[in-house]
């Protein structure tokens, strides 16, 4: 993409009335603007990334038999009222024509839609198991939204749900969705905690959250420093008793972010929605179900706030809007347009995401532009990289700028 | 897939209170679960079909340069109260806590918010032109929401918006979209026609929709029997005369369904959101605007609409869930299991999109549910093509039925 051409201007200005740094770095590299308190609009730019993240949440859902599909935004009052949620206090409600009362919320959750549509479905034990998924917009009307992505009015979720004969099942499912939450947050580049944690709202069985350390985050848990133990500092409360890892090893508090979470339900879901089926010896019997989140605006905001220098965003290869930035300095230079415009089309041939810095301004501002957007190689072709018959290349992390070998091998063998 | 543990279970049931070929079809099919009145939820097999015509409409709308971004489904009401649109009756309001009066309305529409984002970012006739699009929900409070997906109080939307420094560039792009709309149509195998129009609560210049004849469309439209002249009926009367194509031919009036539209707005967008750039000369103009929308819940409910038999639905292959709908007949049989199963392997293994009806189940009842769901091809295992060392091959379109040699070969080159 020619960034001549791309809708994607940077801006040095801070957010008015949020000065979290996923919310000034995003906004200020491009990546979002904010239409409301907890509100934004993804850029093209921010799109890519938001992209990225739900692929691979994609990938891993498929490969543990998660089936996608796609419920509504717009729900009846029925499906709240059947599980007495109609009246917490984050719905948003919505008035249809002249009638007095709301008719409608937006959906604040999906359980009730997704658990009346599976009563339809399922009849016999042959139906079960089986597991959905949706990525779709969830509206809650938090009184606090000034933390940018990390928690939002308005915000894009992946919610899978299973369905079981039996807790047995329903707990070996919950195992495999664990092992791919991990694979989702590590190939996010986040160190994700797997926390024992209550369930809200949503169930009074204990829960498990993936807790990012980070000193924004607004929950509190405890850290064991010897094992990978993990609690929220909520339950430790419920339980009364002092977190206790099995290694006997001392616990320290953090904040942190919740990036997902997995809850079993049991039958809390099923018999509001008479949610049954037919076992083998011909008994009616609830559906045990479990419900599986994953914020995509939060995972995107928590990697900005855990990946980030005093110059801007630094993103991972995996979620990277693109995986290389080309600049060119002076391209009226002899040679310096016709060797960059080159580049770009072999990058391009080669299938790997450019973005082409072709903008006639000054070496510092693109470079400040470069470092803000946080595209993970910066790849430099100047009148004295010309001189020298090489490229530069900088790694966004490391810092380290080098003179690499100004042929398409070298460069993509370096980037990969 | 494997039916047997897909979320896919067809029904003989016709939906209670909408009689619409579509409605019914996709909903016996599997393919859609209604949730109230217009909205609903797509089911696996549908949201297959919703993903083809996304990525169909990507393709094209990337070829033209647009770039695809999203924005929020809640908007504050200074967005519609600029422009004067808040109190149009379709247009859902959300109560926010305690206020008494409505602090957002959901998507009704996106010209706003674009607007707005555009004028952030655009100052110099440098930034122009551009084309942004998203594909988002939008949600209209229709009083009659029982045309199945041709009418939905939810449905989601591909809308393109561009942006131009006078109106001869904008007429330009309006042109580019047109071809690529066409492109799109023919692409999931609907034969549309570009009709003039009115902008109804959009724009009071003329527009133009793309109408595809079907006796059960809301729209009434005049086409010419000789040449592909095409107008709509509400803008005959706007403007006092008859449709005259200039081949001189005799028009019919059909009914249609409007599966996309193209809109000039000029600068009537751009004022409200102070949307300026300065040119060349330092003058500081209104931006020109246009948007090109499709709806793509329509395009699925009319290609049903125009293509189905007695027996269900015929999806063109573009658009099919599967492209292959691979049956077992008597999988207990000698062989039977284990060539089906080869076969399964064998076409996934080629990147083909297999749905493996695997359920021990009769044939009537196998037959009944592949015709009703439509995918372009049959592939049948059974004791009888096990004997005659073929395979039974079925065309859902032609009804032909043929015995092939039993090698994927000769099943690849057939079904592509």
């Known amino acids: 993409m020619r960034q001549s051409q791309y809708f994607l201007k940077t801006s040095k200005n801070t957010p008015s009335d949020d000065v979290s740094i996923n919310a000034t770095l995003l906004e200020q590299g491009g990546f979002v603007y904010k239409n409301s308190a907890g509100i934004y609009s993804y850029l093209p730019l921010g799109w890519r990334v938001v992209q990225k993240i739900a692929h691979i949440i994609r990938e891993e859902m498929d490969g543990i038999g998660g089936q996608e ?17 109609w ?74 749900y299973s369905f079981h004969r039996d807790e047995e099942d329903l707990n070996r499912y919950y195992e495999i969705v664990r092992d791919a939450y991990f694979k989702i947050f590590k190939r996010c580049d986040l160190e994700a905690l797997y926390t024992l944690a209550a369930g809200g709202d949503f169930t ?95 995972v995107m905001g928590t990697v900005v706030e855990v990946s980030h220098d005093s110059n801007g965003i630094i993103w991972p290869q995996s979620l990277a809007p693109f995986s290389v930035h080309l600049v060119s300095l002076e391209p009226t230079s002899p040679g310096v347009h016709s060797e960059a415009e080159g580049l770009y089309s072999s990058l391009q041939r080669r299938g790997i995401e450019v973005l082409y810095d072709d903008r006639d301004l000054s070496a510092g501002s693109k470079f400040t532009d470069s470092d803000l957007i946080g595209i993970p190689w910066r790849l430099l072709v100047s009148p004295k990289t010309r001189k020298a018959g090489k490229l530069e290349v900088k790694n966004r992390k490391t810092g380290k700028i080098e003179l690499v070998p100004a042929d398409l091998e070298t460069v993509s063998k370096l980037i990969r």
């Open 204 to 298: 009074s069985n204990y829960t498990h959250e993936f807790q990012v350390v980070c000193p924004v985050g607004e929950d509190t848990i405890f850290v064991c420093e010897k094992c990978d133990y993990a609690e929220n500092k909520e339950i430790s409360k419920l339980k009364k008793g002092n977190p206790c890892p099995k290694c006997g090893g001392v616990v320290y508090e953090k904040k942190s972010i919740e990036v997902g979470n997995i809850f079993r339900y049991g039958t809390k879901y099923s018999e509001p929605f008479n949610l049954q089926f037919t076992d083998e010896k011909g008994q009616r019997k609830f559906v045990q179900s479990g419900a599986y989140g994953i914020g995509l605006g939060r």
């Open 69 to 85: 599909m796609f419920m509504p935004a717009l729900h009846d009052k029925h499906y709240l009222k059947a599980t007495g949620r």
């Open 87 to 160: 009246d917490v206090d984050v719905v948003f409600k919505v008035n249809s024509g002249d009638q007095k009362e709301p008719q409608f919320n937006i959906s604040w959750t999906h359980e009730e839609i997704m658990s009346e549509i599976a009563a339809r479905y399922v009849s016999s034990y042959r139906d079960l198991p089986f597991a959905t998924y949706q990525i779709q917009t969830k509206f809650r009307n938090e009184a606090r939204a000034k933390s940018g992505l990390l928690r939002g009015r308005e915000f894009m979720m992946k919610d899978l």
